[in-house]
């Protein structure tokens, strides 16, 4: 059965747009409208575009590419969650403001009002000798805020690609009673392979919560190529739904009965000696 003719289960549908996206802006927010009037079409309910969706990923674009918020592309996310009644998280864009940018996420409810707004907060700096070299810091300030939001389904957290190497930041939004993490991402060649689905299945069984990953589609031609496979992971931490790596739309209808069964079945959340790990950290080590 193709995955746009699954049947609806009791939860929601949610869609993540693995979209192609070209160094051309308009030509980006026109693909954009297209695949959430498609994934709207098909029944979704919550939709992600990826991380920098209306400008190539890389710190050479971010100023050239950077709007303020409102301004073009988020008017035209806004206007598009208010056409089809949907969620849309705006993957992610370069934003400014006032001297400094940062790497963005906006999240639009169903009347197309903004209703969550999260900057990356661990900005992508590392070198691997050979392989990649990558410096957002160079151009990019981190952000200082979590960001979640309340559906008609469940509340969702907001975290942008590296920032799903860092466990502390998806237990904050679990504790928080989110019962997702959606986190728009371009993870690369180097790291992809191994890390991307290693990372989110680790913080969905962590967490025991449901986590999705939405990556721009693979272009071999890009300065920074993309590994995509977006991806959905239960609170079980199996996968179940991904892409490959050319554009696609995954979809994956999430039962949020399985959140709170994996907790009731294997109830490490209210196990958790918070108190001994304070103590323990405090301590000299002898
Ligand atoms: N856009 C990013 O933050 C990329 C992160 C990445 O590739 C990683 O390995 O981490």
């Not at 592309?73 to 934003?95: C, D, M, N, V, Y």
């Not at 469940?154 to 942008?160: E, F, Q």
């Not at 959905?232 to 994956?252: F, L, T």
Request: proline share 6%; glycine share 8%.
């Amino acid at each position: 059965m193709s995955s746009e003719n699954l049947p609806v289960a009791k939860g929601f549908r949610l869609a993540l747009l693995q979209m192609l996206v070209s160094r051309h802006k308009q030509e980006n927010l026109a693909h954009a409208r297209e695949l959430v009037s498609r994934a709207a079409q098909n029944g979704a309910q919550l939709v992600s575009l990826p991380e920098c969706f209306n400008c190539p990923y890389g710190t050479q674009y971010f100023g050239e590419y950077a709007e303020t918020v409102p301004g073009e592309t988020s008017t035209t996310i806004a206007a598009l969650a208010a056409e089809h009644r949907i969620t849309i998280i705006g993957g992610s864009i370069p934003e400014r403001s006032g001297d400094r940018l940062f790497n963005t996420s906006l999240v639009f409810g169903p009347d197309g009002k903004l209703c969550g707004k999260f900057r990356k907060m661990h900005l992508f700096d590392i070198d691997i000798p050979g392989k990649i070299t990558f410096k957002e810091s160079e151009t990019l300030s981190p952000g200082e805020e979590l960001t979640d939001f309340t559906t008609p389904f469940c509340k969702v957290g907001i975290a942008i690609c590296y920032d799903l190497r860092f466990p502390e930041l998806t237990r904050l939004y679990a504790d928080r009673g989110c019962h997702l993490l959606v986190c728009p991402g371009a993870f690369n060649m180097t790291t992809g392979p191994v890390h991307w689905e290693l990372l989110q299945r680790a913080r969905a069984v962590d967490n025991q919560m449901f986590v999705a990953t939405v990556s721009p589609a693979r272009d071999e031609t890009a300065s920074y190529v993309a590994w995509g496979h977006s991806t959905v992971s239960s609170p079980w931490g199996d996968v179940v739904a991904k892409a490959g790596h050319g554009e696609e739309i995954v979809y994956a209808d999430i039962d949020l009965n399985r959140v709170e069964e994996v907790r009731r079945q294997i109830p490490v959340r209210i196990q958790r000696r918070c108190e001994l790990y304070h103590s323990l950290a405090a301590a000299k080590p002898q």
